[in-house]
Nanobody, 121 residues
């Protein structure tokens, strides 16, 4: 089992930056691909980024390419999402998840509770 806890969300202005963290407990973190998803009110949960277990492979949603960076530190059981040039429409609850190197919500077995990111225009 892996427990995931997100942190780093908050209220920022459009154009600002935030760094989200996802702390994991359990021995299997380093063997899991880790992803970030987000869900805005009234919308489905959507893929943001994923990083493979060893960090060699990353995928991003087209909407965040060039602005967001996913990374991980296996020795610290932690994953990060650096978000730059945030947009109002990126206001959502951001979730970290552990599973396969995939863009699909169904490919992840472990989920955190989420952290709110609010971007004011």
């Amino acid at each position: 089992q892996v427990q995931l806890v997100e942190s780093g969300g908050g209220l920022v202005q459009a154009g600002d930056s935030l760094r989200l963290s996802c702390a994991a407990s359990g021995r299997t973190f380093s063997s899991l691909a880790m992803g970030w998803f987000r869900q805005a009110p009234g919308k489905e949960r959507e893929f943001v980024a994923v990083i493979s277990w060893n960090g060699d492979t990353t995928y991003y949603a087209d909407s965040v390419k060039g602005r967001f960076t996913i990374s991980r530190h296996n020795a610290k059981n932690t994953m990060y999402l650096q978000m730059n040039s945030l947009k109002h429409e990126e206001t959502a609850v951001y979730y970290c998840a552990g599973g396969r190197t995939s863009r699909g919500v169904g490919d992840y077995d472990y989920w955190g509770q989420g952290t709110q990111v609010t971007v004011t225009s």
